[in-house]
């Protein structure tokens, strides 16, 4: 392999670290999960719905793992 062949494998391999990164997202998700269960969660609408949209595309992400 070539120097420039070793540098595209090292950003293929950061790219898809980013992708796989179960623990981030199960801590993210159970953050989330956890300030939607607050009384005044729905109080801001707009954010509340932004936030269960993250919920539901973390966990459709996480369910293959």
Aim: charged share 40%; proline share 2%.
């Amino acid at each position: 392999f070539s120097k420039e062949n070793i540098k595209v494998v090292k950003k293929r391999i950061d790219t898809l670290r980013g992708i796989f990164d179960v623990e981030s997202k199960e801590k993210i998700l159970n953050k989330l999960e956890k300030e939607s269960s607050f009384p005044d969660f729905w109080s801001k609408s707009k954010e509340a719905e932004q936030t269960v949209k993250k919920i539901q595309n973390l966990k459709k992400q996480l369910s293959d793992f």
